[in-house]
């Protein structure tokens, strides 16, 4: 593992005394060049981006964390605040700065930075200025590390993911959205709840956009791999559609809730895109509802859209979209959801 970014110097004159309080072992080589080391920047450090780069350390995710934001001095206190739990963590060598050079050489640049509505802002112009603020934020990240995968998280996520494309002129497999991953954990944990399993158990997705506009896919839910749809009809019980929407109306109001409990949003998604980061980085090839580019995929076509869809994930981003059934109704709800992303990403000047 690296050095921590404080100084191991206490000797006169700033010596470094690593070599003298440590021995070689006889015959032993140099440290391999071709070590693997893993970094991880993290764009903005408000609560949001530090509840991610939290639960990044506390899962040993990366060897380096660095975290870029423009206010200087509460982005010095958050690195001093996590470096004095380093007795209490895995070793990483966490770095801060305003400039984005610090994150050189990432192999994940996690984006949360974005700016909030004001007053009687239209949807539109705070789109606009989240471009704006997308300039100053994908083109050194690339410059940086050209070889990196972006990973956006600030809302309106799937039109930001899509801006953050067009910037970054990356393929679209290294630009992903973190999208209804959140959502679907969610789902997951409501109909784990209403049936008294463990949520691991239930396999449920969330896709489309990640708003109001989300679609549910109760057709492919199934608890303990028994389909649960399938499994009440064939067992001939009755079940409401309306408890069915009341539980995905849960999910949309979530967020919400929680917002006007707490005032923000910040361990659920610092969980989720934690574990979306492990997914890329170690190449696990699982699947989670993330927002990639749609074209092409159940029906989506014309312009270029970014919305979530069941994706397989690995070192490389977006492996591809799992061939999951959807129903008519949910094709439908989809492609609709299609349409309001796509009718605001038309309207923007990129």
């Known amino acids: 593992m690296h050095k921590s970014g404080s100084s191991s110097s206490f000797g006169p004159g700033g010596l470094d005394l690593t070599q003298a309080f440590f021995r070689p072992i006889l015959s032993a080589a140099p440290p391999s060049p071709t070590k693997r080391h893993t970094k991880i920047s993290v764009i903005g450090t408000g609560n949001v981006g530090m509840a991610i780069a939290q639960t ?23 690195m001093l605040d996590l470096r004095h739990a380093a007795a209490f963590l895995p070793r990483t060598k966490i770095i801060a700065d305003v400039d984005y050079a610090i994150t050189a050489g990432s192999d994940l640049c996690i984006v949360t930075a974005g700016a909030r509505q004001m007053p009687g802002e239209t949807r539109l112009n705070l789109l606009q200025r989240n471009v704006s603020l997308y300039r100053a934020i994908i083109p050194p990240l690339v410059k940086y590390s050209p070889e990196t995968i972006l990973l956006i998280v600030s809302n309106p996520v799937d039109i930001l993911t899509y801006v953050a494309w067009k910037l970054s002129g990356f393929p679209s497999n290294r630009v992903i959205g973190s999208g209804t991953n959140l959502d679907s954990s969610r789902f997951r944990f409501l109909i784990a709840d209403h049936l008294d ?37 064939k067992q001939e019980i009755a079940y409401e559609k309306e408890t ?107």
């Open 56 to 78: 990044i350390l506390t899962q040993d995710l990366a060897d380096e964390l660095a975290l870029v934001d423009a206010k200087s001095d509460k982005l010095r206190g958050e």
């Open 244 to 350: 069915l929407e009341n539980i995905h109306k849960e999910v949309i109001d979530g967020a919400y809730e929680v917002i006007r409990l707490k005032g923000y949003t910040s361990w659920a998604i610092g969980y989720s895109v934690a574990n979306l980061a492990r997914t890329l980085l170690r190449d696990q090839r699982r699947i989670h509802p993330v927002s990639v580019i749609a074209k092409g995929f159940y029906g989506i076509e014309g312009g270029d859209v970014f919305l979530s869809l069941p994706a397989q994930l690995g070192r490389s981003g977006v492996l591809g979209i799992a061939n999951v059934h959807l129903n008519n109704e949910e094709t439908q709800r989809l492609k609709a959801s299609a349409a309001t992303i796509s009718e605001l990403t038309s309207q923007l000047e990129i």
């Open 197 to 233: 399993v463990n949520a691991q158990d239930v396999q449920a997705y969330i896709i489309g956009e990640h708003g109001d506009s989300s679609v549910a896919l109760w057709s492919s839910i199934s608890v303990g791999g028994v389909p649960i749809l399938s499994f009440l009809d």
